[in-house]
């Protein structure tokens, strides 16, 4: 790794983390930079897990300390994710890169159009009802969030807030509380699909997990005095340059 690559992934791992805090979606710029920078696909996905596991751990500790944590119940959703996310990744490595890149460049204009409307902030919780048919329901759709997530990853947090809203009927922090735990779980799982087909690049992702925990501590100050507006303006424009420069990169 070339003293300019580390400089411009370190960079590029801040802006993801700081995003992540201030509007979400960091993975919408981590994962297409990795593939600019040469990375294969597959690659640049296996790479993209270690800077998600670390920022996870980081938040399922703070969590934890907060007692906000509910660990049978969170434990409960992550066995049907980590199942599914094993077929998620081995999709992705036996995936070529340029279907891949052209789905990954849809899905983020999709998360984005989320991240700016923000539907799953407009549901309507549920009442608590703890229900053997919810509780059969709720493990079905992790079992496909791990798919998803195993497969991409990127905008999966408002898939699990808007499960979770509908279903249980728990405060965001609870919920949030339970989706680092859900991700950290399944992250793993797929990473070692990744790690065992040989698809990750340990330099860049070591690099990317550094930017991202510094970005977040950034954002995390920042978020408190300014809004996040700005945020996501700069996140539109990024995320669709990106989007397009990836469907259309094999043409």
């Known amino acids: 790794m070339t003293l300019f690559s580390f400089i411009a992934i370190l960079a590029v791992g801040i802006a993801a983390g700081f995003i992540n805090v ?5 993975s919408l710029l981590t994962l297409p930079m990795l593939i600019f920078f040469g ?16 920022q996870n751990i980081v938040a399922i ?9 509910d660990w049978k119940f969170s434990m409960l959703l992550a066995v049907p994710a980590l199942i599914g996310s094993i077929m998620g990744a081995q999709i992705a490595v036996s995936m070529s890169d340029d279907l891949f890149n052209r789905i990954l460049s849809i899905v983020m204009i999709i998360v ?21 048919p919810k509780k059969i329901g709720l493990l079905i759709i992790f079992f496909f969030v791990g798919v998803y997530g195993g497969f991409i990853q990127a905008g999966v947090g408002f898939i ?11 405060s965001l922090v609870k919920i949030n509380s339970i ?42 100050r920042f978020a408190v005095k ?14 669709v340059a990106m989007a397009i420069r990836l469907f259309f990169k094999t043409m």
């Open 226 to 239: 300014h809004g996040d507006k700005w945020v996501q303006r700069i996140l539109i424009v990024a995320v």
């Open 112 to 132: 984005l159009i989320i991240i700016i409307w923000k539907p799953h902030k407009k549901l309507s919780a549920s009442q608590v009802q703890d229900t053997w």
């Open 179 to 220: 989706k680092v735990f859900v991700v950290a779980i399944y992250t793993l799982s797929a990473f070692v699909v990744f790690i065992i087909n040989d698809q990750v690049h340990w330099g860049y992702g070591i690099t990317l997990a550094i930017g991202t925990s510094i970005g977040a501590f950034l954002g995390s």
């Open 61 to 69: 500790a703070s969590y934890r300390k907060g007692g906000y944590f």
């Open 22 to 26: 201030m509007a979400g979606g960091g």
């Open 39 to 54: 990375l294969p696909s597959a690659v640049a996905n296996g790479t993209n897990r270690i800077a998600l596991m670390a």
């Open 160 to 170: 699990i807030i808007a499960a979770l809203t509908l279903v249980t009927g728990l």
